[in-house]
């Protein structure tokens, strides 16, 4: 219980038990209000436009003609790029796999750092928790905000790619990464599985940009610092001379989507990622917990 809960009377109204009922509330609040920020159309709506530059740069490159398809073992990023030109559907991989490095990270870098401090540097928190909201209900829900934030970034994203490459492009059966061809709808459940493959990606550098958001009073510094982080950690995994380290940075496994398509799909990477993204969500909202609930809030 905060100091401005212990601080109310007894009877007081706000004062009263709050049930689950009053939690999903506040938690379709925060979520109404983080979707309704202009900073947040702002952000989804750059993520929506990667897919559409991609898509208009490949259609004037080969000029809609049938390209290269990219041989069956290629990587994420260029296997599906050359396949675009055969099948608008690949649009969805490629967009998924050009914006996965910096772009969503960054903009869940932004809503995850702002989740705590910028309600400390607009002098809002200290009434949250008087509501009260109470720390640990607070926290979840802005953790659960973020997340919500994560799964609909990556949906703008696979939402805009799937509608340019259909309009742009031909849209039929789908050639895997191993050689094989699956039907569209398979392709497509492919496509929804893979997006939501990359959302949960999300969720331990979603995780750590909440802890640094418990750290400082300072919105600004705490997005500057989390982003900061994504580029240390993604420049660390390009350094071969630490492959020691590799396999524990959160962003190491996060191309291992592309192993969604393939026939059949490839697990071990997959849930190597997801149980890495668990392990930091474990230990950095841990973290974020443990200073939120001992932090002496006076905005």
């Known amino acids: 219980m905060s100091q401005a809960e212990r601080a109310m009377p007894p009877g007081s109204a706000v004062a009263r038990p ?3 009922w009053w939690t999903l509330g506040l938690l379709r609040s925060e979520i109404t209000t983080l979707l309704r920020r202009h900073r947040t ?4 709506g750059v993520l929506a436009a990667v897919p559409a530059l991609i898509g208009i740069a490949v259609r004037i490159e080969t000029g809609g003609g049938g390209g290269g398809a990219g041989g069956p073992d290629g990587g994420a990023g260029p296997a599906f790029l050359a396949q675009v030109t055969n099948n608008g559907l690949f649009l969805v991989f490629a967009a998924l796999a050009a914006t996965l490095p910096v772009f969503l990270p960054m903009a869940v870098g932004v809503v995850a750092g702002d989740a705590v401090a910028g309600e400390a540097s607009g002098g809002t928190l200290r009434y949250l928790l008087v509501a009260p909201a109470g720390r640990t209900r607070l926290l979840l829900v802005k953790y659960a905000s973020v997340l919500a934030f994560c799964l609909v970034a990556t949906l703008v994203v696979a939402a805009s790619a799937l509608a340019v490459g259909a309009l742009l492009f031909p849209v039929g059966e789908v050639t895997t990464i191993s ?12 496509a929804a599985l893979t997006a939501l493959a990359v959302a949960v990606s999300l969720t331990g550098f979603a995780a750590l940009g909440l802890f640094v958001s418990t750290l400082t ?5 705490a997005m ?3 982003v900061g982080l994504l ?8 350094i071969p001379q630490l492959s020691g380290v590799h396999p524990y940075l959160f962003a190491h496994y ?4 592309a192993d969604i398509l393939r026939e059949p799909v490839h697990w071990d990477d997959l849930i190597k990622n997801f149980q890495l993204q ?13 200073r939120f609930t001992t932090k002496d809030i006076t905005a």
């Open 254 to 257: 996060w191309m291992s989507f």
């Open 18 to 20: 709050r049930g689950p």
């Open 278 to 290: 668990g392990l930091y969500v474990a230990v950095f909202g841990s973290a974020a917990w443990a």
């Open 224 to 226: 500057a610092a989390t």
């Open 179 to 190: 050689g094989t061809r699956i039907g569209v709808g398979e392709g497509l459940v492919r």
């Open 41 to 44: 159309f702002a952000l989804l």
């Open 217 to 221: 009073g300072s919105g600004m510094g």
């Open 231 to 238: 580029i240390t950690v993604q420049i660390v995994d390009s």
